[in-house]
């Protein structure tokens, strides 16, 4: 499937050329004639023969960028300064930092915020450790921790190449829910070491954030975790992509006019996310379900199972469907695929109920081309942000955690993501409703606000919180 160019691959370069008047139709002609898009032409410097350009121009990746500035330096009269990628210049220094909320302007305020007057709040706190949450940054702090074993399809990269990323997730946090989070990189991969530096380090956080650990060792880190600590354990890989996907299939359903408990639903991918989802899945009420890992469909007479595997074998595929995903989609009303690309063909999509629902969430390349699934396909969502219905972990976490901060939860269980989920499908209301408007944008008014009042009032309803 063809890339189009991304702002993902922006740059930025900087030129001197002749100053006559076709110079300026000149560089577009070049970049659109390699496949760019300009985006910005900004004048630096002017002077009666030379003036100096800023090009900014998305490309599809790093190779076609390069020949973009290829064929803007080709052209006569035309001189290649700078080069500049507008991404890395985002990631210069970080992208987040830590500033005072009080102001330290002379020796009274000093002598408050610091030594002697803090001594009168931390005794406060050894008197009453719960007080933390009230008078400590922990009231608004959530942990964001990776070992780096599965980065972003990028797979095990380690913990020094998972900050970038890290701190991405720290800033949604901040933006999108105003949580003060921090990015915390383990360099160990060990099941024990993790979990046992986590609990060390909880006491100062309201949550815990895991991220991008890879399967089945996040399962471990997960429940141990959530046996160990008084803050909520959220695996945003499983739980956050589950909500969503929940949010999306329930409106989805609306389109089509069918209901969660009575379709057929065939999935790919029994990782991480994989699991979440058929889980919350099950827990809102779905029930037909069958999952195809890469040896096929998953039932009780397969030998090569592991412990989660094997759960799965026993609560799903009634039938005993022992084929593959092509036989598993035939028939089916609902595919959600959270594995890898190009699995399926038009003409498998053609095999499923009429008004199917694809969910092809593998990326960058998606189970099956998107476009093809929707000459078939009644409503089609996919992980991409170039197609409509994108399934994006960012439409639900900062709103999850700051109701579970609000409420000083000591936990987050199924119902709470269930009542996210429809807190984030009742963001998109009947008159919007549509095959193409399955699920808001992440830059919705209030978006946040709405699925944290319904993770906290759920908390609060459960006993499960402060």
Not at 37 to 50: F, K, M, N, P, Y
Not at 233 to 244: E, L, R, S
Not at 369 to 398: C, K, M, W
Request: proline share 4%; hydrophobic share 45%; charged share 20%.
């Amino acid at each position: 499937m063809a890339t189009l160019p991304s702002v993902s691959y922006s740059i930025t370069v900087r030129l001197e050329l002749d100053g006559h008047g076709s110079a300026v139709s000149s560089l577009t002609h070049a970049v659109e004639h390699v496949g760019g898009i300009v985006t910005a032409l900004d004048v630096t410097s002017s002077g009666h023969e030379r003036i100096r350009i800023d090009v900014t121009c998305a490309a599809r990746d790093t190779d076609h960028a390069q020949a973009i500035v290829d064929a803007l330096g080709a052209i006569d009269g035309v001189d290649v300064h700078k080069v500049s990628d507008r991404t890395f210049l985002m990631h210069l220094g970080g992208k987040i930092e830590t500033k005072s909320k009080v102001p330290l302007r002379n020796r009274d305020e000093l002598s408050m915020a610091y030594t002697p007057g803090v001594a009168r709040v931390s005794s406060a706190i050894a008197a009453n450790p719960d007080d933390a949450r009230r008078l400590t940054v922990k009231r608004n702090s959530v942990a964001v921790i990776t070992d780096g074993s599965a980065v972003l399809g990028l797979g095990n990269i380690g913990p020094e190449a998972s900050m970038p990323v890290m701190e991405g997730k720290a800033a949604l946090f901040k933006r999108f829910a105003d949580i003060d989070a921090w990015p915390i990189a383990l360099a160990s991969q060990d099941v024990d070491e993790i979990v046992r530096t986590v609990q060390i380090i909880a006491p100062g956080f309201g949550g815990i954030n895991l991220e991008d650990i890879s399967a089945p060792r996040c399962f471990e880190v997960e429940a141990r975790l959530r046996e160990l600590l008084d803050v909520p354990v959220f695996h945003d890989d499983q739980h956050g992509t589950a909500i969503v996907v929940l949010a999306a299939l329930k409106n989805a359903l609306r389109v089509v006019g069918k209901d969660l408990a009575e379709v057929r639903i065939a999935m790919s991918g029994a990782g991480a996310a994989g699991t979440a989802i058929l889980k919350l899945l099950m827990h809102a009420g779905a029930k037909n379900i069958v999952v195809c890992d890469v040896q096929g469909a998953l039932h009780q007479g397969r030998e090569d199972l592991d412990p989660n595997l094997a759960w799965i074998a026993s609560n799903t595929n009634t039938a005993s469907y022992t084929g593959d995903l092509t036989g598993a989609v035939r028939g089916a009303d609902v595919f959600i695929g959270v594995s890898a690309p190009n699995l399926l063909s038009g003409d498998d999509i053609a095999e499923m109920n009429e008004d199917s629902i694809i969910f092809a969430l593998a990326n960058p390349d998606p189970e099956v081309d998107p476009e093809i699934a929707h000459l078939h396909a009644a409503v089609v969502a996919t992980g991409r942000s170039d197609y409509p219905n994108q399934i994006n972990n960012v439409l639900v976490f900062p709103g999850v955690f700051r109701g579970l901060l609000d409420a000083q939860s000591h936990t987050v269980d199924s119902d709470m993501m269930v009542a996210a989920a429809d807190a984030l499908a009742g963001v998109v209301t009947d008159e919007e409703l549509g095959p193409h408007y399955i699920i808001p944008s992440v830059f919705h008014s209030n978006l946040a606000q709405r699925v944290a009042a319904a993770v906290r009032d759920t908390a609060l309803r459960e006993g499960r919180a402060t």
